[in-house]
Each structure stands twice: as structure tokens, then as C-alpha cells.
């Protein structure tokens, strides 16, 4: 049973910074793509950051120089760390494998305020 769980998520200035958390479980995590999406209320959920198995990243324009996506394989947990952070970032925060199926982590709001 795959489990994606999202944590590190809050509220922060604008300027600051976060590091997001993704634990997951049920799968061969070192051989899969693993994505952070976001969404905010009333529109679709934008990819925010990739990382393949072999640690290729790609990013959203909007957050390219700012964020970063890492995986620490022996953890199973890929991270997105978001350095100045505008109220624009203000989303909730998934993150997502697809191993047969989608699968999506719970989400983590960050809050940006300025």
C-alpha cells in the first residue's frame, strides 16, 4: 500500500523560508519520479518540482532560483526546499509518485504573508 506524508508546512514572511517533507512507503522509492505539486482554491494543482531516480530536476518557472528538490533515498523522503518565499507560494502542498497508479500525499498548507 503506497503512503505518501507530507509534512513541514506553515506560516511564514515573505523573504523566509521552508523545508517541505515527503515520507513514503509501499513501493521501490529509488527508482521513481517523484513530483510537489501545489494548489490553491479554485485552481488546478500546478507542478512545482520534479526529481527522477537518477536526481534530474526540473522546476515551474515562478519558483526556479528559489526552490529546491532533493531525495535521500536510504529515507524513502524527497524534500522541497523554498527559499524566498512570496505570497504568491501560498498553496497547499502535495506530493506525488506514480507507481502504477497515481498517489497522492495528504497536502501541507503554507501560508506566506507579507
Known amino acids: 500500500q503506497v503512503q505518501l506524508v507530507e509534512s513541514g508546512g506553515g506560516l511564514v514572511q515573505a523573504g523566509g523560508s521552508l523545508r517541505l517533507s515527503c515520507a513514503a512507503s509501499?513501493?521501490?522509492?529509488?527508482?521513481?519520479?517523484m513530483d510537489w505539486y501545489r494548489q490553491t482554491p479554485g485552481k488546478q494543482r500546478e507542478l512545482v518540482a520534479r526529481?527522477?531516480?537518477?536526481?534530474?530536476?526540473n522546476y515551474v518557472d515562478s519558483v526556479k532560483g528559489r526552490f529546491t528538490i532533493s531525495r535521500d533515498n536510504a529515507k524513502n523522503t524527497v524534500y522541497l526546499e523554498m527559499n524566498s518565499l512570496k505570497p504568491e507560494d501560498t498553496a497547499v502542498y502535495y506530493c506525488?509518485?506514480?507507481?502504477?497508479?497515481?498517489?497522492w500525499g495528504q497536502g501541507t498548507q503554507v501560508t506566506v504573508s507579507s
Open positions: 506525488h509518485v506514480f507507481t502504477w497508479n497515481d498517489y
Open positions: 509501499g513501493y521501490i522509492f529509488s527508482i521513481a519520479t
Open positions: 526529481i527522477t531516480r537518477g536526481g534530474t530536476t
